[in-house]
């Protein structure tokens, strides 16, 4: 089923895993003159694109060298809405260095994006449901996941660094309201469908990516099974 997907990413984040890329049409054989491409979230954004966008629309986030801080919340909202509203899915593209330390969560896109995809908006007299969300964990610079997910082996289960998330995205993890869990190691470990966003690293997404959007818009179609958080706090 083709499907309207909206991408959150940091723009410029440089702590992603080096794609290899050079600006010249050779690719796979760059020319002694060609410039080495230094690799970002928006290039593993082209990669979905080449991936998806046969099949799917593709909306791309918000160019993050503008700053929020000069804009009014209606503004930020009317510009959101236009690539949002008639999306259904929104992916998350995760990468270590997408905070900007120091600045409010409510300064930055991201949070922003995911908070509206969550709401149900009304334009026009048309109202747009709240979105599927897949979070999309990317490899660091060092080809790893472990800043945000790894396996725990004393317990047999993915771990996430929740606390690495902007909140909006960790309210919305291990919130379903009758959660699935056993006690492991001093902590809960929660299994099956406890968290109405779902998080896959980028090297399992890219091999079946319509696996996991499907799956969110399963999530999506069970809704009342969780309790969602649609704000920035």
């Known amino acids: 089923m ?26 796979f054989n760059p020319s002694p003159t060609s410039k080495k491409i230094e690799t ?9 694109v080449k991936v998806l966008g046969d099949d799917n ?5 918000e160019d993050d060298r503008e700053s929020l801080d000069s804009l009014a919340d209606s503004t930020i909202a009317s510009k959101l809405g236009d690539k949002i509203f008639d999306s259904s899915v929104n ?28 709401k149900n908006q009304t334009r026009l007299g048309r109202t747009s449901n709240t979105n599927a969300v897949v979070v999309v964990v ?3 610079e060092s ?3 472990d800043y945000y997910i ?7 289960y993915w771990s996430l660094n929740l606390e690495f998330l902007f909140q909006i995205l960790s309210d919305n993890i291990h919130n379903a309201k009758e959660p699935k869990r056993r006690w492991c190691n001093n902590g809960w470990v929660y299994e099956g469908d406890c968290s109405y966003i779902q998080s896959v690293k980028w090297d399992d997404f890219i091999l079946k990516p319509l696996k996991y959007i ?3 818009v399963e999530l999506k179609n069970r809704i009342e099974e969780f309790e969602i958080v649609k704000t920035i706090k």
């Open 150 to 156: 790894s396996w725990n082996d004393k317990c047999d």
């Open 91 to 118: 992916l998350v593209l995760v990468s270590k260095g997408m905070k900007k330390s120091g600045v409010l969560e409510s300064k930055q896109w991201i949070p922003w994006e995911v908070s509206y995809s969550l």
């Open 57 to 61: 629309q593709i909306y791309k986030g």
């Open 138 to 140: 990317l490899p660091d």
């Open 214 to 216: 499907e799956k969110a």
């Open 2 to 27: 083709k499907r309207k997907i909206f991408v959150s990413y940091k723009y410029s984040d440089r702590l992603v895993k080096d794609l290899n890329l050079y600006e010249t049409e050779f690719l």
């Open 40 to 48: 970002a979230p928006r290039h593993y954004v082209d990669e979905l």
């Open 143 to 145: 080809d790893k996941y």
